[in-house]
């Protein structure tokens, strides 16, 4: 079965440090993998997304995330956090229900003053 | 703008009632879902359609309904809630493709006496 997985419910950073937001992934044929950030009581934002070419892939707000094969992860980056990246954050694949998306569980994000 | 809508936004009701949780897109998209989330947990993809007259459930079984009259309308319906159903409702569309990001509405906070 395909499936994203978020090793971490929770991830605590320093404002101004870099943070890291894992996600692993096991998924047959081309692995298209999104991420998302949910602010409280609102809808998922996307915030970027990997089809194929560069592994480095660079989104909204400063976000970038890299994608390894060989380790099947596609991490969401960040070089400098902010109190405002605080959120909830969901790493997608393939695999849902009308051709659509599998979600992970979701990570917490803090971000300390 | 091109957006997605769900109205009502917070829905505080008692048992045995029934309720529709409107959704709406402007962005022509086909593919339309909704999902349900307990408050900062993972999503669960209750409902999709691939366009007008087609309805699909979702990986997580549910006694709601929905419809898809319209390409831009997706109404949820529950013919007698329950306090089981208390949770967060998430409508989202894309277009049709498997690299496609979905976007997502504000979501519907239901509560069920």
């Known amino acids: 079965a395909q499936s994203v997985a978020q090793p971490e419910d929770q991830v605590n950073v320093a404002e101004g440090n870099p943070l890291t937001v894992k996600c692993t992934y096991s998924?047959?044929?081309?692995?298209?993998l999104f991420w998302y950030v949910q602010y409280p009581n609102r809808g998922l934002q996307f915030l970027l997304k990997?089809?194929?070419?560069?592994?480095l892939v660079k989104g909204s707000y400063g976000f970038e995330a890299e994608f390894n094969k060989s380790q099947t992860s596609f991490h969401l980056k960040k070089p400098s956090a902010l109190v405002s990246d605080s959120a909830l954050y969901f790493c997608?694949?393939?695999?849902?229900?009308?051709?659509?998306?599998?979600f992970g569980k979701g990570t917490h994000l803090i971000i300390q003053p | 703008e091109a957006d997605i809508y769900q109205t009502p936004r917070y829905l505080v009701i008692g048992t045995g009632k029934k309720i529709t949780l409107e959704c709406s897109q402007t962005?022509?998209?086909?593919?339309m879902y909704w999902y349900q989330q307990d408050p900062g947990m993972e999503l669960h993809l209750i409902h999709y359609?691939?366009?007008?007259?087609?309805?699909e459930k979702g990986d997580l079984s549910s006694e709601s309904t929905v419809s898809r009259i319209r390409t831009e309308h997706f109404p949820l319906t529950l013919e007698s809630a329950r306090p089981s159903h208390t949770s967060q409702y998430l409508c989202?569309?894309?277009?049709?493709?498997?690299?496609?990001?979905?976007?997502f509405g504000p979501g519907t906070r239901l509560t069920v006496l």
């Open positions: 989202a569309s894309s277009e049709i493709g498997l690299s496609n990001e979905q976007f």
């Open positions: 998924v047959s044929g081309n692995p298209y």
């Open positions: 990997y089809i194929t070419g560069d592994n």
């Open positions: 997608a694949g393939p695999g849902g229900g009308a051709d659509g998306l599998t």
């Open positions: 962005m022509g998209h086909d593919k």
């Open positions: 359609s691939y366009g007008v007259n087609s309805t």
